[in-house]
């Protein structure tokens, strides 16, 4: 069988291709790859660890392996860590409210507390004065049957126990956390921060007011 003479077909079309160059930066980023693939195997054999036979893409793969191990391992490093933070948190907010509770055998109630608290800020002791009124909280929302005070509670759970007293919730939660950021942090009290502890505390009583004034009508409605 005789086949047709196709080589002028293939030369007028060798003649119309055009080679386009690659990226350079896809060129420099193969070429960075295969410098450190060089500089590993270096590495390994200057500690007399051999790795005969590796080809650039078998070296590239197991670099590949490394670096994703390197990455989970460095992932599960920051998760122990800010375990254990939560913990160490959920334990120093355990600490703050058994103290409080101790301290509460001379200072039963809310307004005993909020007594101290203006008696401490009077003395410039701003830091045990946000504290204080921390404490005049929990005993107004245990007084006012909003949560029952327990010593062994976090805050954390007594804010979830006022989820469905959203305002008296979000004012708390104010509250903690800056208290807590005064009493365990770096964090410096003042005047200020007494000052927003102080107001934070008023809302709060305003809150339980109105809602023990709704609660009332309501109930006289029905």
């Not at 994703?68 to 933070?85: E, K, N, R, T």
């Not at 701003?126 to 005049?136: H, N, T």
């Amino acid at each position: 069988m005789k086949f047709p003479d196709a080589s002028q077909q293939i030369a007028e079309a060798a003649a119309r291709y055009h080679y386009k160059e690659p990226p350079q930066a896809l060129v420099d980023l193969q070429q960075l790859i295969a410098r450190i693939i060089r500089w590993l195997l270096d590495l390994l054999n200057s500690f007399k660890i051999f790795t005969p036979g590796q080809t650039d893409t078998r070296m590239a793969s197991n670099l590949l392996q490394m670096i994703l191990w390197g990455a989970g391992i460095v992932c599960a490093g920051i998760i122990v860590f800010f375990a254990f933070s939560k913990l160490r948190h959920l334990k120093l907010q355990s600490q703050l409210a058994r103290k409080g509770a101790s301290e509460s055998k001379t200072l039963f109630d809310s307004a005993g507390w909020f007594d101290e608290a203006r008696q401490l800020a009077g003395k410039g002791e701003f830091k045990e004065a946000c504290r204080a009124l921390y404490f005049s909280v929990l005993r107004m929302l245990d007084e006012k049957e909003v949560l029952e005070f327990t010593p062994t509670k976090t805050n954390y759970e007594y804010w979830y126990s006022l989820a469905v007293h959203k305002g008296i919730q979000r004012q708390f939660r104010e509250l903690v956390d800056l208290v807590e950021l005064v009493w365990f942090g770096d964090y410096p009290a003042g005047r200020a921060e007494y000052t927003t502890c102080h107001d934070l505390h008023e809302k709060i009583k305003t809150e339980i007011e109105r809602e023990t004034q709704v609660a009332l009508h309501e109930g006289g409605v029905s």
